[in-house]
């Protein structure tokens, strides 16, 4: 895959994830050309980073790549998944991978004692079949 500019860190502030996040929407921009999707990347990336701000360590890395035919987004940070008060591992505070999950075309998380890494990926081009049944459509009720 391309890069789409170069990988970018930050400390874990708030207010810097929300500055990846449009960073992010940026560069898929110059690959993807339908708000939609744009408007789907973005939210995918700002879960992932809140993911790593919440539960990760030290700094977090974005980088976003692409082969033409899809766009890859990946966020990692320097720790593995907090774990919480019950020793049960914690992956997702709230809606994060879920959200992924359901805009995602693929994606996937690799965790080491060392790295947190989050990826998700989209096809650049509408895919036909999956634009046939959206929700709220009249084919999707039948």
Not at 53 to 75: C, K, M, N, P, Y
Request: avoid cysteine; proline fraction near 4%.
């Amino acid at each position: 895959m391309e890069r789409l500019g170069e990988p970018f860190g930050f400390a874990g502030d708030p207010a810097e994830g929300r500055r990846a996040r449009r960073t992010v929407r940026e560069l898929a921009a110059k690959v993807v050309a339908r708000d939609e999707l744009l408007d789907d990347v973005e939210l995918m990336a700002a879960e992932a980073i809140a993911n790593a701000v919440l539960h990760g360590s030290g700094a977090i890395t974005v980088a976003v790549e692409t082969d033409g035919r899809r766009l890859r987004v990946e966020v990692s940070d320097e720790g593995p998944v907090q774990d919480d008060l019950h020793g049960r591992r914690r992956i997702d505070h709230g809606r994060g991978l879920t959200v992924i999950d359901a805009l995602a075309d693929e994606w996937g998380l690799d965790q080491t004692p060392r790295r947190t890494r989050l990826w998700f990926e989209v096809a650049q081009e509408e895919d036909p079949v999956r634009s046939r049944a959206k929700p709220g459509s009249s084919e999707a009720r039948t």
